[in-house]
């Protein structure tokens, strides 16, 4: 079974730290994702990177930053919290671009991130 | 730009079937739908997939007119752990697609005794 990770499940920062969120996948999935989730609103694309190295704007990144330096993992990164970024972050792998496997994603079990 | 339409929440009783209809009436050629379920403090995990007229697998049924204009999931003989949200996706990420695939709000199905 594909495997998603997620550093924390819980984090609690305070307003303008720097926060990093890490996600590592064990399937070698060309494709990964942060979004965020928050009552109300559903699922929103925050980036999504198709190879290391490569990231895409999502729906909404202003605020965040991504890194993929390694296949495997994909950081999420808030260069100074605010408590509008408390929510639910989920992170998710899927296999190579093309056609419809960049659709079967695979998620992680989140963090709940509260900035303070 | 593509958008999906569901229902915000459904309500069902043990072993009936429920159809939760998704609208996405600018679907591109490429475009595969695609639906997710989620539960309480869990990530969205993938359910099925299609790009036209029927699809089954040990968990649901899918259903595409010809028109692709919409889809419908299925779900058989539904039980109280069928209690989740429902997501309708579509679109590519990739290669290059013409918009960004969104999640949106889903629909709350809530499975009664």
């Known amino acids: 079974d594909v495997k998603v990770t997620q550093s924390s499940r819980y984090l609690v920062k305070r307003t303008g730290e720097k926060v990093f969120l890490e996600c590592v996948q064990d399937?070698?999935?060309?494709?990964m994702f942060w979004y965020r989730q928050d009552p109300g609103l559903g699922l929103r694309l925050i980036y999504f990177?198709?190879?290391?190295?490569?990231?895409e704007k999502g729906d909404i990144p202003e605020g965040y930053s991504v890194s993929r330096e390694k296949k495997e993992r994909f950081s999420l990164i808030l260069e100074s919290a605010s408590t509008n970024q408390t929510s639910m972050y989920l992170c998710?792998?899927?296999?190579?671009?093309?056609?419809?496997?960049?659709?079967?994603?695979?998620f992680g079990p989140g963090t709940r991130l509260t900035v303070l | 730009l593509a958008k999906t339409t569901q229902p915000i929440s459904m309500d069902s009783y043990e072993g009936q079937e429920v159809n939760i209809t998704c609208s996405h009436n600018?679907?591109?050629?490429?475009?595969?739908i695609t639906w997710y379920q989620q539960f309480p403090s869990q990530g969205p995990r993938f359910i099925i997939q299609?790009?036209?007229t029927k699809v089954t697998n040990e968990v649901a049924s899918l259903f595409i007119p010809a028109d692709r204009k919409s889809s419908t999931l299925s779900l058989p003989r539904v039980s109280l752990s069928d209690t989740a949200v429902y997501y309708c996706?579509?679109?590519?990420?990739?290669?290059?697609?013409?918009?960004?695939?969104?999640f949106g709000r889903g629909t709350s199905l809530i499975v009664h005794p």
């Open positions: 998710a792998s899927s296999p190579a671009p093309g056609d419809n496997e960049d659709l079967k994603q695979f």
């Open positions: 600018n679907i591109a050629t490429n475009d595969y």
């Open positions: 996706l579509v679109g590519l990420f990739f290669p290059g697609g013409s918009y960004i695939p969104t």
């Open positions: 399937m070698d999935h060309e494709n």
């Open positions: 990177s198709y190879d290391v190295k490569m990231k």
């Open positions: 299609g790009y036209k």
